[in-house]
């Protein structure tokens, strides 16, 4: 393991190193996805989150040395509209877990209301965040998060969002200067649709909404 990393805009050629890393070190840790009674992660919830690779927004962190992949980030645009297109395309969704998930993203989405909030007509939004276990405490995902940031200037989108569902990503967040827009618990959301689906595990019993404008 080597201590120089390198921040790149994964490509065509990236792909299969990038959603492996994903699958061992994204998914199965996610307390959104570890929440729901169904267990592992579904097909259509890993089509969603690379429905964004040829957007120019999917980043990792390769070693200099190895070149391994230390870690990696999902991004992709949100604009008006999409939290109810979004409870639309729950309803042919594959799987039932990615139907209750679409869900809760989709209440997220409205409770935030970030493109309104902060009165632009888009936002980059970081849907996940991955990093390898020999990479951590390394501050990859902090690097990643700023690697975005300036990705999106690059890209002339005003706002960069995410929802953070874990106690980790919400310090990442923190200490990249991002804004807490809004919490929600699973308990809130379970009585919101009058059904007891999401457990979730201490210590993530919350995800919180987070945005960072870019200037």
């Known amino acids: 393991m080597s ?22 070190f994204y998914y199965k840790e996610e307390p959104l996805t570890l ?14 989150t690379f429905s964004f690779f040829d957007c120019g927004t999917m980043l990792f ?25 979004m409870i639309e395309a729950a309803k042919t969704t594959e799987t039932k877990k990615w139907r209750d998930i679409s869900l809760f993203l989709a209440y997220l989405e409205k409770k935030a209301d970030v493109l309104h909030r902060f009165n632009v007509p888009k936002a980059l939004h970081i849907h996940a965040l991955g990093v390898h276990r020999d990479y951590r405490g390394l501050g990859i995902g ?19 969002t995410t929802d953070c569902t874990s106690v980790y990503s919400i310090k990442i967040a923190e200490r990249c200067g991002m804004e807490k ?15 007891d689906l999401f457990h979730p595990k201490e210590p993530n019993l919350e995800i919180v909404t987070f945005a960072k404008k870019i200037c």
């Open 181 to 195: 827009v809004s919490l929600t618990t699973y308990e809130e959301y379970n009585r919101s649709i009058g059904e």
């Open 61 to 85: 962190a390769e070693d200099d040395v190895t070149g391994m992949i230390a870690g990696a980030l999902s991004a992709g645009p949100i604009e008006h509209g999409d939290a109810d297109a």
């Open 3 to 24: 201590k120089s990393i390198s921040l790149r805009i994964a490509e065509k050629s990236d792909y299969d190193r990038v959603i492996n890393l994903f699958r061992e």
């Open 142 to 160: 902090e690097k990643l998060f700023n690697s975005c940031f300036d990705n999106a200037k690059r890209l002339n989108y005003p706002l960069v």
């Open 35 to 48: 929440s729901h009674p169904e267990p592992g992660h579904t097909q259509d919830d890993e089509d969603f």
